[in-house]
């Protein structure tokens, strides 16, 4: 009995034992909520389900039974779940219940053939998102209940956005000047479109609770992510509330101080322990720019104003993809100065990629030294120029905007970031 038990604990994932016996398992977990509610089917009904899935499945993969059985066992599934939602329709008490218990019992039947199939990841996945979904019902609908009809259409045009263009772009594509070809990625510019939509919703979201405190949230974390999309943000941020042009530019500062700590992050933590010297000729000037970064927002920003605001939208669709176009043309100008630069080209890299991610251009340099391909110096400035990219095509974005205010004060405090890195850069040097 004991070297029973050893065996089943030390059978593999793929065997077929396992497979099922889990099947179950996520089944009952699915059918916890069910049974918690007081629902038609709970526990015992949702593992059963499961299980069968998984035998079917397990029948079709090692037998010559084939698949009218899986299918078979599916088309009862979906009759039983169609008669309970019958009996709930016609049922005061169970009405509006069972149509999402009818599915649950599907999908319950979905995770047994998906664990049973090998796909086990994909079964634990599918049943944590699914209870997830149950267990927040109330929640769920609450938020669902407190959108506006001008977020709801937000919602649904960042849904667009993200599921419905962005897959059907090309990864790749080629802008023919003639003499001239210039490699465009189209998925990567509009990911960026994306983002500033993206950045919008949780920037609406965060602001409309924390106010003006919420907007440097929203730059210092979505600068994280992507301080070039941040910018966008902002532009439709000072388009709406033109008053709080001094919270959007102390996001885009913010924002310019969390890209300058994750490069230098990755210049550190790549670097340390390593085969290769620590890059310690990055610390001093990201440093400086992250100091005077925080130093001109906090000055300039009047934190007192904490209620929240009330904004239009979560974020503008023409405004996305407004950015997105000036986007693309600061790309393309940035691969006509790689070309032209030729010895310097990949300085000119570093440069033409900091428009899109300093981060990128950061790693490769960092991958490159720890290689033996760069020396410190020559890693360092790639670093450097990067994250100067960055800093002036956010400056160069932000002037874009109708708000002179706006685009002044960016475009002097970028300057300002610039020039305290390079005399951090030259003391050092010194």
Known sequence: MNELALQI??????????????????GMFLGL???????????????????LAAVFTV???ETEVGEGLLILGGLLVIVQGVLLAIQGLLSDEEAGLSLTTSVSMLVAYGVGALVAAGFIIEGVTVAVLSSLLLVLKRELHEFAWGLSREEM????????LAFVVYPLLPAEAALDLGALTIPLEPQVIWLMVVAVAGIGIVNYAIVSTYGGRGIAVTGFFGGLASSTAVVGTMLDHVRQRPEAASYAVAAILLANAAMAARNLAIAVGFTVGGGTALLVESIVPLGAVIVIAFAIAVATADWRESGPMELESPFSMKNALAFGAVFLVVLVFGSLAETWFGTLGFYATAVASGFVSSAGATTSAVVLYRGGQLGPTEAT?????????????????????????????VAVYSAALLLGGAVASALLVI
């Open 9 to 26: 604990l030390d059978a593999p994932l793929d065997d077929a034992v396992v497979r099922i016996a889990l099947a179950a398992a996520l």
């Open 33 to 51: 909520e069910r049974e918690w509610s007081h629902k038609s089917a709970g526990i015992r009904t949702f593992s059963l389900i499961s299980l």
């Open 59 to 61: 029948l079709v993969l």
């Open 153 to 160: 259409r937000s919602t649904t045009e960042f849904a667009i």
């Open 381 to 409: 400035i790639a670093i450097l120029l990067a994250t100067v990219s960055s800093i002036v095509v956010k400056a160069m974005l932000a002037a874009t905007s109708t708000n002179r205010r706006f685009r002044n004060q």
